[in-house]
């Protein structure tokens, strides 16, 4: 495959870098908020999407029955990569997960329904699969449903439920049938947040960002809002992660903390020596920049085989899900360990260096290597599905 673009494709990139900076909001964009954090969840950001949405940028390769563009994967890519990169909202769960599902597997009232909000950015959504019990591994989750005339009782708890206190609409996985194996008896649900019977805890977590806890106490759900078929929500939700995997874990703003870094290691001096002459720091520079590099071109490869038909690239997303955070984590621990006492000084602290940046990213950056399914599970994921070894290893 071809790594670099087509003039077509810089072409787009540039309509859109100028539509961003004519919105420029600082309201709008904050590189400081990493990754999971660039999510649509004030009214100004709400506003900002919708423009997009009028763009016809949030349907970009759905089909043209759906009110989608039918077009190429790289198109999506290289828009998500300019609103993380300047640390706007990303093009999201309802466009990706629900959206992208539904297309696949909705019913056509669920369609009717949620796909024209999707493509307007009329409607928000949390995603409900981590339970106490059952993190990255949401085939072991234990939320019961149960069946109750033409719908269904929801009764449990999820946890680290991201937009949980915003959003409009719950998609949220229970267990229909409890004596089928975990991978299967599973079923997704959508359900309106503002139920009576769902109760929504913040979560603060150490990078300063809200998730929560969703109690579900008798929520009743129709039979119209079960999505696909019963019992086969495992493999939706399998589908989908591989979209949030990478979707939610752009490559953009690990290369501009790279910069960020770069620029202050070429200005910065200890003990009247310039730090840019160390030998060490410019092998821990290289070696970050050639890391970088890796990072960019798994996340290409993702885009070209997601391109392909047949089934999802799995494999390929959980590479670069587990290489991309992992980077991003290791990028935030030597910015910390080469600016020195000082980069431990809140973010956007004008005297630290990196502006503080160093600080936060050192925080959130560990959040990202569990969002999304821990590296842990991204690694028995590739050992499984793409080296061929057996579950038991």
């Known amino acids: 495959m071809d790594f670099e673009f087509s003039s077509q494709q810089l072409e787009f990139v540039r309509e859109v870098e100028e539509f961003l900076d004519e919105n420029y909001d600082p309201e709008v964009f904050d590189p400081t908020r990493e990754n999971m954090a660039q999510i649509v969840d004030t009214p100004k950001r709400r506003e900002f999407m919708a423009k997009l949405g009028q763009k016809g940028w949030l349907g970009i390769t759905w089909p043209k029955e759906y009110g989608g563009q039918e077009g190429d994967g790289i198109y999506e890519y290289l828009l998500n990569e300019a609103l993380a990169r300047r640390g706007g909202p990303q093009i999201g769960k309802g466009v990706g997960i629900i959206g992208k599902t539904l297309i696949r597997h909705g019913s056509d009232k669920l ?3 949620f796909l024209p909000q999707i493509l307007k950015n009329e409607v928000e959504f949390a995603v409900g699969y981590s339970e106490p019990n059952a993190g990255s591994d949401a085939a072991s989750m234990q939320l ?4 109750d005339g033409d719908g269904w009782l929801l009764n449990g708890q999820k946890t680290w439920t ?8 719950y998609w949220v996985g229970a267990r229909t049938d409890p004596n089928a194996p975990k991978h299967n008896g599973i079923t997704l649900f959508l359900v309106p947040l503002s139920h009576p019977n769902i109760t929504i805890k913040p979560i603060w977590t150490m990078g300063d960002e809200r998730t929560n806890e969703v109690y579900l106490d008798d929520v009743w759900v129709s039979d119209d809002y079960v999505v696909g078929e019963l019992n086969k929500g495992f493999q939706y939700i399998s589908e989908a992660l591989d979209l949030e995997r990478f979707t939610m874990f752009t490559y953009s703003p690990i290369q501009e903390r790279l910069r960020l870094l770069v620029d202050w290691v070429k200005s910065a001096q200890v003990d009247g020596q310039k730090v840019s002459q160390d030998p060490v720091v410019r092998q821990a520079i290289a070696r970050l920049a050639t890391e970088v ?5 798994i996340g290409l490869k993702f885009v070209h085989e997601s391109s392909k038909e047949g089934a999802a690239p799995t494999s ?5 899900k587990l290489f991309a955070t992992e980077l991003s984590k290791r990028l935030a621990n030597a910015s910390m360990d080469l600016a020195g006492p000082s980069s431990q000084l809140r973010v956007k602290t004008e005297q630290a260096p990196l502006a503080g940046r160093s600080e936060s990213t050192y925080r959130y950056t560990v959040i990202d290597t569990i969002g999304g399914g821990a590296s842990e599970i991204q690694k028995n994921i590739i050992a499984r599905r793409k080296l061929g070894l057996p579950k038991n290893f």
């Not at 019961?144 to 069946?147: E, F, I, N």
């Not at 991201?162 to 409009?168: G, I, K, L, M």
């Open 293 to 297: 590099e890796v990072a960019r071109v």
């Open 162 to 169: 991201t937009s949980a206190h915003f959003a409009e609409w």
């Open 316 to 320: 390929w997303a959980s590479e670069y």
């Open 111 to 113: 369609k009717a329904e």
């Open 144 to 147: 019961k449903a149960t069946r």
